[in-house]
T-cell receptor, first 120, second 111 residues
Framework: GAVVSQHPSRVICKSGTSVKIECRSLDFQATTMFWYRQFPKKSLMLMATSNEGSKATYEQGVEKDKFLINHASLTLSTLTVTSAHPEDSSFYIC????????????????FGSGTRLTVV | GQNIDQPTEMTATEGAIVQINCTYQTSGFNGLFWYQQHAGEAPTFLSYNVLDGLEEKGRFSSFLSRSKGYSYLLLKELQMKDSASYLCAVRDNTNAGKSTFGDGTTLTVKP
């Protein structure tokens, strides 16, 4: 099955600094990856669609200059939270779609393990 | 856009059966997922329905009615480890195939 590696799992940073989160597809190529944010006891909110070799597509209300997404290769997408503030503290998680309809039925979209960001 | 509705919380007894419902209104539909998520962890895939009817996988089954915008997840022979959040997600019909999630249903299984 698909394996998606996300790093770091936890990070604490000071206000005003930037944090980079990596999402790697280990065993297959991913032209598309999705970045979500999750608040406590809430569901996943889609932030943006990361597209290999082109600009990311951001959801309404998500600041593209605040949350920089780079998808430079078929196996790596990064999310950089720039000039982080305490309100950016959250659980960030990436998701990779499977290739083909068989993958949808057998394993759905594969999620990274998530990154718990705390801004102090 | 997508609007997805599922109950916030449910409680059931070990060994019993529980049904978690999900209703959706969508501008474009290309399948519905159910995921399980334990606190602080990533969601894990349970099922995918794109055609009407029932999909069965061991203790878990999922049903879809596209005309009614309705799905349910059925969990049989409940175990304590089934206590988790269950997320309904609708996949849209754009090329990106992005998924929109409901707020999740927190299931508590009691002895």
């Amino acid at each position: 099955g698909a394996v998606v590696s996300q790093h770091p799992s936890r990070v604490i940073c000071k206000s005003g600094t930037s944090v980079k989160i990596e999402c790697r597809s280990l065993d297959f190529q991913a032209t598309t990856m999705f970045w979500y944010r999750q608040f406590p006891k809430k569901s996943l909110m889609l932030m943006a669609t990361s597209n290999e070799g082109s600009k990311a597509t951001y959801e309404q209300g998500v600041e593209k200059d605040k949350f920089l997404i780079n998808h430079a290769s078929l196996t790596l997408s990064t999310l950089t939270v720039t000039s982080a503030h305490p309100e950016d503290s959250s659980f960030y998680i990436c998701s990779v779609p499977p290739s083909g309809s068989n993958g949808l039925r057998s394993r759905g979209y594969t999620f990274g393990s998530g990154t718990r960001l705390t801004v102090v | 856009g997508q609007n997805i509705d599922q109950p916030t919380e449910m409680t059931a007894t070990e060994g019993a059966i529980v049904q978690i419902n999900c209703t959706y209104q969508t501008s474009g539909f290309n399948g519905l997922f159910w995921y399980q998520q334990h606190a602080g962890e990533a969601p894990t895939f349970l099922s995918y329905n794109v055609l009407d009817g029932l999909e069965e996988k061991g203790r878990f089954s999922s049903f879809l009615s596209r005309s009614k915008g309705y799905s349910y997840l059925l969990l049989k022979e409940l175990q304590m480890k089934d206590s988790a959040s269950y997320l309904c997600a609708v996949r849209d019909n754009t090329n990106a195939g992005k998924s929109t999630f409901g707020d999740g249903t927190t299931l508590t299984v009691k002895p």
